[in-house]
């Protein structure tokens, strides 16, 4: 018995995430099947890419996680399938499996060809249905990954490029929101360790976030440890910066989208700006 | 065993889903449950008619398929349980089979009359919980069709009236759009087999099809073969013809609702309208 | 095999629930998950707590009821463990299971200590993951509950206040909206036995039911007792008086939120207000 999870932008609203499992049901009967999302607004890869890249490690081992945020279906790209560290991947090639990818430089991975592994028929615009949960389904059975079709090479993958945060000559760190929370967290891709580098260059002063139209100075160490309807900075679920709001929403307080720039520095740095 | 799969109106924002899955497990602990759609709107009979229509045929022999769309819980209404291909379902009497029933000639239907098989206590408001449940979990047991009530026979039956698609005496086909999607996809009751007609008698002309606001030229074999942004015509996941947009939302760009008409035609075919 | 039940505000456009879900099936790779509800508003205890206090009785003997609505996430707050009636639960120290607890004297209930059933590296944000979802997975494996941490005494326990239906000395009862479904049907903290106390006193006059800007008389035994668009009052699933619509939304014709009073009394009671 396997679990396979399921990471798509079908939404919920539809028959489509019923049916992958129904097909996978009808070739795993025994298969344990988990929504990890499929909320993703419509195409987002990015998004994707990094929710799948931190969840997989809190699956147990053989798991084998479906990635369908796919809107180059039914053109000639191709779907991939990947094994690292004891997981299974499948996934279209449009570098949704890239931050995997990077960070599991011994990953093995193919390009799924073998037409025996799909639905007999195949739509054009559901390969989610006909190919990937058929695919996914036959990887949890113990279906070897190179039956599958032929290796790919890293470098003939697509590959997208996720903002990196960047620390400049003045010591001022620079990331951004990759992620907005149903609570209105602001999730960022500044991990602790980075935070840690800037807390040691601050030698003692405390750090001050920037995000929006909000400056905090300093961290906390839980929601509750400020008032009910105030900011705060804290190390989330994901090991990275998170901004957030003790009971209330973050996005709305500091008047954040995805992509914006956030700011930590050692405060009274010479880099402060002008309040807000 | 057994696949049970749920269709209903609840919505995911209460108990009402969770609950029924309860009463489930504790009659049927090894059943296996996957959720259709809970999204419906409410009392959506046609939606969910549809929708079921063509999803059963994805699932496993054995299947037992529950749906509560059911706007006159608590009356007289009879609660229906029919076989056929190897599936079961279960349903209120309102129509929500008739699709499924029309494609099965021999299809056996039964009244849901024996209490037995009931939650020993009914609420008014909640069959799905106290009647629906339990039935479908005996079935996915194994209990016999019969055992459940009297036979129904079709003229006894509930019917709902869905819209056909029509060709016209001057060659133009007339469908219309059933379902909208999450991506904003308009889904309609053309199904290929008469879109090949219309081609057929196209003689080698593009077809020109028109939906809302929106007049295109012929269809294409996968989203991305437009332009992002740009409309076109496919052949859906469900077999029949869609409007879509590559990366887009196509009941924006058309202007359509659930209900509005879809045509189809050979170009320059003599019915052009004046351009929009 | 054993059920456990997820209940909790985290919403599902996030991975939140999939990572609860993974390291439940882990450490217990045959548990059955069921999701109660996980559209809760953020931090609504009230909610919560009414919620499953109303669902658990449905589930099979020896499920494991997980409930994470948790903004003191991080803090001092403690977590409780509790067995009852051969359920168990999961739950932080916050009020959430004060109804559950109200009606179960024999309850004994933990304070969940033991860090061996955690897992290894605890968050600051989500002891969702990494506390109660390990701690629910050991329990459905039969770990025994004392194991997990010293007894708590139901005096050092936190509670919330619920609103109480209440009878004035002129007869009338006054309870509230506890709960609006997607439906639009509110539902109220009016128990059926209640209602039959104020029948009794009116003596065959019909009863008056009062929320919002409308006022009913009598009730029904079916939503589609009364037309289409018609407002109805009704013994709900939970076992107390609804105030619904026939085929609409009772929250938008009655212009009620949570909260707001509901008025039982007999007809002509001398009570009777200005009509509204």
Redesign the interface.
């Given at each position: 018995?396997s679990?396979i999870?399921l990471l798509t932008d079908?939404?919920?609203?539809?028959?489509?995430?019923?049916?992958v499992?129904?097909?996978i049901?009808?070739i795993a009967?025994?298969a344990?099947i988990?929504?990890?999302?499929?909320?993703l607004d419509?195409?987002d890869i990015p998004g994707a890419a990094l929710?799948l890249a931190?969840?997989w490690p809190?699956?147990?081992q053989g798991?084998v996680h479906l990635t369908v945020v796919d809107?180059?279906?039914?053109?000639q790209r191709e779907i991939l399938a990947a094994q690292c560290d004891g997981h299974l991947f499948v996934a279209p090639d449009n570098g949704v499996l890239t931050p995997l990818l990077d960070g599991a430089p011994n990953a093995r991975v193919v390009k799924v060809h073998d037409r025996s592994y799909f639905r007999p028929e195949i739509?054009?615009?559901?390969h989610g249905?006909d190919i990937f949960a058929p695919v996914a389904a036959h990887l949890s059975l113990g279906v070897e990954l190179d039956r599958l079709g032929p290796r790919a090479q890293g470098s003939q993958l697509h590959r997208i490029e996720l903002p990196a945060p960047q620390i400049s000559a003045a010591g001022e760190l620079v990331g951004s929101v990759v992620?907005i929370?149903?609570?209105g967290n602001l999730i960022t891709d500044i991990e602790a360790a980075l935070i840690d580098r800037v807390k040691s260059a601050a030698r003692g002063r405390p750090l001050t976030i920037e995000a929006g139209r909000r400056r905090l100075s300093g961290m906390v160490?839980?929601?509750?440890?400020v008032e009910p309807g105030k900011p705060l900075a804290?190390?989330?679920?994901r090991?990275t910066l998170?901004l957030?709001v003790?009971?209330g929403n973050a996005a709305d307080l500091f008047g954040c989208r995805r992509g914006d720039p956030v700011r930590v520095r050692p405060e009274d740095s010479g880099m402060r700006r002008t309040p807000l």
């Open positions: 018995m679990v999870s079908f939404g919920t609203d539809d028959e489509y995430v019923g049916l499992k129904a097909v049901y009808t009967p025994d344990v988990v929504d990890l999302c499929h909320r419509p195409h929710l931190n969840a809190y699956f147990p798991s809107p180059g279906v039914g053109t739509s054009r615009t559901f249905r992620w929370d149903r609570f160490d839980s929601y509750a440890q804290i190390i989330g679920s090991g998170e957030a003790n009971r």
